[in-house]
């Protein structure tokens, strides 16, 4: 399947501006509400004096990985959604990376980093990060998404034993809100940002590769 995307402007009937801060806050919410919610199962085992040992080692090594994959999908969140960036209007790619390592530590599939470690403009990078989150779902059983190119003209493939590619993501990314869940808002919002700098994405699926691909026009990483 192949699938050139139209980044037309949005509809007039299409979400505002709030209305996609609460979706995007929806998809936030239900991204933490399970590695938070492993943490108060956690802290109520060891608030109970009737558990043995075995329990309270249990629970311990609950609340350490829900900890982290909160603190993982919070360090993503603050990158890709909000208005974290320090230098200006550019992001570090290093801290962009380190993003989404943590992220890909509670993913089944593995991310291969090519982009180096360059100061870049926030809107491609935050293209880039969404893209790249939305990359491990095409694997569900497990594979490889690797990144490659430049911030300005970059390429995420995912490879594994089972491929998927959801359809509304492709209309997502399309940038068509028709009623869109919380899940698929950061792609709504990724087709915004780069339809604004007149740049284009695509994706494609074939039996051994789903390939997201963008284009940003003048615009160039420097080194950190």
């Known amino acids: 399947?192949?699938?050139?995307?139209?980044l037309t402007p949005p509809d007039d009937d299409d979400p505002d501006a709030l209305a996609l801060s609460a979706l995007l806050s929806s998809r936030v919410c239900h991204d933490l509400i399970n590695p938070v919610g492993a943490v108060g199962s956690g802290l109520e085992v060891?608030?109970?004096?009737s558990m043995d040992g075995v329990m309270r080692d249990a629970a311990m090594d609950l609340i350490h990985a829900g900890a982290k994959k909160a603190i993982a999908l919070l360090s993503y969140a603050r990158l890709a959604y909000g208005a974290a960036g320090g230098f200006g209007a550019q992001i570090s790619?290093?801290?962009?990376?380190q993003a989404l390592e943590g992220v890909y530590e509670t993913q089944?599939?593995?991310?291969?980093?090519n982009l180096g470690a360059d100061l870049a403009p926030k809107e491609n990078v935050k293209v880039l990060l969404i893209l790249a989150y939305a990359a491990a779902d095409c694997v569900p059983r497990?594979?490889?998404v690797s990144?490659?190119?430049?911030?300005?003209?970059?390429?995420?493939?995912a490879t594994g034993k089972k491929l998927y590619l959801n359809d509304d993501l492709v209309r997502s990314m399309r940038g068509d809100a028709s009623g869109i869940a919380p899940k698929f808002t950061p792609a709504l919002i990724a087709?915004?940002?780069?339809?604004?700098?007149?740049?284009?994405m695509s994706v494609d699926?074939?039996?051994?590769?789903?390939t997201f691909r963008a284009s940003f026009l003048g615009v160039t990483a420097r080194n950190s």
């Open 93 to 97: 790619l290093e801290d962009a990376r």
């Open 191 to 200: 087709a915004r940002m780069i339809a604004a700098t007149g740049g284009a």
């Open 108 to 113: 089944k599939a593995d991310l291969e980093w």
């Open 142 to 144: 497990g594979g490889t």
């Open 205 to 210: 699926m074939t039996d051994d590769v789903v």
């Open 46 to 49: 060891l608030d109970d004096p």
């Open 147 to 157: 990144l490659t190119g430049d911030i300005s003209n970059f390429i995420i493939t």
């Open 1 to 6: 399947m192949s699938e050139a995307l139209d």
